[in-house]
């Protein structure tokens, strides 16, 4: 009996070694742990520093941005501006080189108080006219020929038909009655004229 009662007691273990398992068991799950909790703060430090990057390259591509707004703003507020002055001074050129023939009509306005000689009168009128034609041409202005020409809607605006009084005279112009003009080879105004029909 005596055999019996020891060998139903339960095996004695020793304490210590039972308190060190427990301690190598708690030590591997705190590493554990530490292990896991360093690697989420190196994802998140990973996440951070992306985020950052992000949040960076976002502040620098605004930066650009509002730069590259404001210089094209600057931009079209200077064209303008220079538009404006160039089309002033361009009428200025037109006006300066005009000048001279202004004078020269006051000059044959005095000359009419004074002059019975018609003929003269004629003649300076027509040197006036020419100046003028001369200065309008350097500016590349040139007149439109279009008697006995082709009808050309790109040039003619006709006023009028009328029969045409010999069959080669049809579809072409027959009278202009206010002469076209073009500048540096752009219609400006349209030749009136009548058509042969």
Same mark, same amino acid.
Not at 45 to 61: D, G, R, V, Y
Not at 123 to 145: A, C, F, N
């Given at each position: 009996?005596? /055999?019996k ?5 339960e095996?004695?273990?020793d304490? /210590? ?7 190598n068991?708690?030590q591997v799950t705190?590493d &554990?742990a530490?292990s896991n909790?360093n ?7 990973q996440e951070?520093s992306t985020?950052?990057?992000l949040q960076?390259e976002?502040t ?5 941005y509002?730069?590259l707004?404001?210089?094209f703003?600057?931009?079209?507020r200077?064209?303008?501006k220079?538009r404006v002055e160039?089309l002033?001074?361009?009428?200025? &050129?037109?006006?300066?080189s005009?000048?001279p023939?202004?004078d020269?009509?006051e000059r044959?306005?005095?000359?009419t108080e004074?002059?019975?000689d018609?003929?003269?009168?004629r003649?300076?009128?027509?040197l006036v006219?020419q100046?003028?034609k001369g ?7 040139k007149?439109i020929?279009?008697?006995d020409?082709?009808? &050309? ?5 006709a006023?009028t ?7 080669e005279l049809?579809g072409?112009?027959?009278?202009e009655v206010q002469?076209?003009?073009?500048l540096?080879d ?7 004229v009548?058509?042969?029909?």
């Amino acid at each position: 009996m005596f /055999n019996k009662k020891k060998k139903e007691e339960e095996p004695v273990v020793d304490q /210590n070694k039972t308190e060190e398992v427990a301690e190598n068991t708690d030590q591997v799950t705190t590493d &554990d742990a530490a292990s896991n909790a360093n690697e989420k703060e190196v994802e998140s430090a990973q996440e951070l520093s992306t985020e950052e990057k992000l949040q960076q390259e976002n502040t620098a591509l605004n930066d650009k941005y509002l730069r590259l707004f404001a210089e094209f703003d600057n931009y079209k507020r200077r064209t303008q501006k220079e538009r404006v002055e160039l089309l002033q001074t361009a009428g200025k &050129d037109v006006v300066v080189s005009l000048l001279p023939v202004l004078d020269d009509f006051e000059r044959a306005i005095k000359a009419t108080e004074n002059t019975t000689d018609i003929d003269s009168l004629r003649e300076g009128i027509l040197l006036v006219q020419q100046k003028l034609k001369g200065i309008l041409t350097q500016r590349g202005l040139k007149e439109i020929s279009s008697k006995d020409a082709a009808f &050309d809607t790109d040039l003619h605006e006709a006023i009028t038909q009328v029969p045409a009084p010999t069959e080669e005279l049809k579809g072409k112009v027959i009278d202009e009655v206010q002469k076209g003009y073009t500048l540096n080879d752009k219609v400006i105004r349209y030749a009136k004229v009548v058509v042969g029909a």
